[in-house]
C-alpha cells in the first residue's frame, strides 16, 4: 500500500468548520478581507489580546484569493534587518502553526536555494547569508556540488545561458498547505466567536471628523470602532472610499501547475536571472511561479509571453522536466510598493489600519503580520516588527528597498 498523503481525505472546502452567521450591525473591529493575513489577524486579536467582537468581511468565499493562488513559498532569508525581523518571526511562528491551530497545515520544511548565475549574483548572494547569520536566520553559501548534492535534478553544467555558480541555502524554510492554513485560521477565529462573512463586499467607508465609523456593504451598513483594510490588490480602492491615497500598484501575477508526478524534487529552488521559482506539491504537482506581469491590472490572469518565457526557463533548470505537461494556469493580484516592502500600520483616518504593499511575499509573512496587525489594532500604535513599514516612511525617507528579495524581482 503507497504512504497516505497527510491531510489527502479533507475536503476541497470545508465550510463546516466555521459557522455562516449574519452580519451583526456593529463590531468593535471590521477586517475587510477573508484571506490568509484577515484571518491570521483575526486569529490573534482573539488568541493575544482577548479581541472577539469581530467581523472578518469577504467579497468572495474565504481564502478565494491570493491565499488560493500563491505559491506557498515560506522563508526568512530577506537582505536588511527590518525584512529579516517580521519574516522569521514568521517563520518562528509557522514551525509552531500546526500544534497552535490543532489542524495539519501540512508545513513542510525542505529547504529553499536562491541560486546564482554570475559574479554579481555570487557576492550579492554572500552579502545576504552574512547578513542572514547577524540576525540569526539560517543561512549557507554551497557551491555548485552542493547545490547537486541538495537537489539532485539542477543542470549545473557550465555550457547553458546562465550557469549555476551556487546558491544560498535556508533549510529551515519550505512550503504549506495554503488552503489548510486558511481554513485552520478560519476554524480558530470562528471557535473564538468571530463572525465570518462570506459574499460581502465592501462598497464604502464611513469616516466622521477624521475617524472611521464603520464601513458600507452589499449587505448593508456595519458600524465599527476599528477598521483593518487587508485586501492586497484592492487596497488602494478601499484607501480610496476613506479618501486618501496609497503608493501601491497592482499587477498581475502568474503561476502554473503541472501534472501529478512521482516524487522528483526535494527541495525549493527559486532564480532570478532566468526568472523562475520550482517547488513540487505534497499530491506531486510541480508548482512554478515567475515574475509579475509588467502592466497594472485588477485581472486574475495574465499574458501568455511570461508563461512561455517560464517554463523556457524550467527546462534549462530542469532538462528533467521536458516531457512534463502542464495541467493548468492562473493569476493573483499583487500590490507592490516603490520600495517592494509592506506597509502595515495607522493611516490618516484615526482607527483605520492598512496592511498591504507586500507584493509577491504576502504568503510567507502571514502568520507574523497578522500578528503585529493585531497588535497594532488593538494598540492603535504599531507592534515593533512592523514598524519601520508604516506608511509614513514615504515621506520621511525611511525605505526598505527589497527590490532583490523576492528571487524573482518585483
Known sequence: MSPRTPGADLPEHPDWLWRTPEPK???DVVIVGGGGHGLATAHYLAKNHGITNVAVLEKGWLAGGNMARNTTIIRSNYLWDESAGIYE????LWEGMEDELDYPILFSQRGVLNLAHSLQDVRDS?????????NGV?????????VKDVCPIVNISPDVRYPVMG?????RAGIAKHDHVAWGLARSADAAGIDLIQNCEVTGIDVQGGRVTGVQTSLGPIAAGRVALCAAGHSSVLAAMAGFELPVQS?????????LLEPVHPTVVMSNAVHVYVSQAHKGELVMGAGIDAYNAYTQRGAFHIIERQMAAALEL????ARAHVLRTWGGIVDVSPDASPIVGLTPVDHLYVNCGWGTGGFKATPGVGWAFAHTIAHDEAHPLAAPFTLDRFT?????DEHGAAAVAH
Open 396 to 400: 520621511t525617507g525611511a525605505l526598505v
Open 126 to 134: 554572500v552579502r545576504r547569508v552574512e547578513a542572514n547569520r547577524l
Open 318 to 321: 530542469f532538462p528533467v522536466f
Open 138 to 146: 539560517d543561512a549557507e553559501w554551497l557551491d555548485p556540488e552542493q
Open 167 to 171: 546558491a544560498t541555502y535556508q533549510p
Open 89 to 92: 518571526h514568521a517563520l518562528k
Open 25 to 27: 450591525r456593529s463590531y
Open 251 to 259: 499587477h498581475p501575477l502568474q503561476a502554473l501547475v503541472s501534472e
